[in-house]
């Protein structure tokens, strides 16, 4: 088979060099921003393989080689992959299995009425994986992605896998847990230069295998066990969630006392060696996106099955939610009937509105009677939004209860968003609004800047929640 090596990697996409190498292929389940990313990805390191989901436009575009989402560079490497006959996709995960060597499980697990995990998807795509390994003589490992709490891959999927398969754990079929660290908007670069590579497996055959498909991008990777490998995910995105709330409550305290919370954080951050690192912990505003929101949920959810108490983790969802609120009471405070928002997604470089913290704010100044004018340089009036809304229906409210009214909302230019506005609310660093003459010109309008887009020089009528 005509297989990519992909040696020395930087931020770039690397560049197709093909050799004769056999790899094993592999089927990746959900094709949502994890799976599109790794079925591109996976295909750039040589591996035939196939995507597989349920959504028949995802599919489509898939087979066609075009990005179902907003993602740096990922349409390019889908392409290429489809060109060159690595990248397929199909809705039948049966089949897929019996295709291939390797199937990567990354279906979503949003968060359940009850406040825990939704095990559904996982419960469904492990059926039809032990479907296919019940027609295969070849050893099959099983590669679970998503986010669950410790316990999950061997205690809700695998027991699937073995009764619906008739096969045995370890003989003829292995699991691992991997998770993954992709950064949306950056996920591509991330996946060629990993913060860390983590496989949790049931045994070293299947460890092996899976570490060899890692090995172009990462000679370092972390072998563990799968219920360390689990809780491992959980960790990272509370610890995340925590530094974004950490650093917005030194905001709300050094405001009223005069202090500028952002020569606080500078200080703060310069102790790499305790502080840990700088990332996220300057104030800004409200966490949010598919990970942070419903993983912190998960978290609290599992601790009070066990009768743990977790003051900081159960308490960081009411910060984040009065650190929205103090955003909305802003704007309130300014009387504006009419409102620009810049910045409709979580963070910048994705089309992801799944929890996004100002979707809160516009949903309830929208039911106030107010106006609302927003401008997003990855979001146009047909980003599409049922995925999104079904993943946080027992999450967040706002985008549910803006959904309907969206379109409206959405101006093609800086200059649409914010003509006649009474305010402006900006929820996005980047240089189209940092550089953007409708801002630079303000003068008797204020301004929540909610990020800290100017670090220098700012119109008077700015202010943050945190400075």
Known sequence: MLNQNTAQFSNAVPAALYVVEEKPSISVVGLGYVGAVSTACLSSLGHRVIGVDLDAVKIQQISEGVSPIHEKDLGKLLSEGVEAGL????????????????????????????????????????????????????????????????????????????????KVLGEDFGVCFNPEFLREGVAVADFYEPPKTVIGATCERSGNILRQVYLPVDENVIVTSIETAEMVKYVDNVWHATKVTFANEVGRLCKPLGVDSHD????????????LSPYYLKPGFAYGGSCLPKEVRAVAHIAGEQ?????????????????IESATQMVRATEAR???????????????????PILETIAALHAEGVEIKIHDPAITRETPLDGQLSYVQHGSKGLAAVAPHLADMIC??????????????????????????ALASVADVPVIDVVRLFDGAKPATCTGIGW
Do not use: W
């Open 264 to 275: 606080v954080m500078d200080i703060f951050v310069q102790d790499t060696k305790l502080n």
């Open 307 to 323: 009768g743990v108490s977790l003051p900081l983790i159960e308490s960081l969802g009411v910060s984040n939610e009065q650190h």
């Open 412 to 437: 093609d230019t800086v200059e649409e968003a914010t003509a006649g506005a009474d305010a402006l609310v900006v929820t996005q660093k980047n240089e189209t609004y940092r550089n953007s003459a």
């Open 87 to 166: 990248v397929t996709a199909t809705d039948d995960l049966t089949q897929a299995v019996i295709d291939t060597d390797v199937t990567f499980v990354s279906v979503g697990t949003p968060t359940s009425e009850d406040g825990g995990c939704d095990y559904r998807y996982i419960e469904s795509a492990a059926r039809s994986i032990g479907a296919g390994i019940a027609q295969k003589d070849d050893f099959h490992v099983v590669v679970m992605r998503c986010s669950i709490p410790p316990g999950t891959t061997l205690n809700v999927m695998t027991p699937i896998i073995e009764q619906v398969s008739g």
């Open 338 to 356: 009419q409102v620009a928002i810049l910045g409709l997604a979580f963070k910048p470089g994705t089309d992801d509105l799944r929890e996004s």
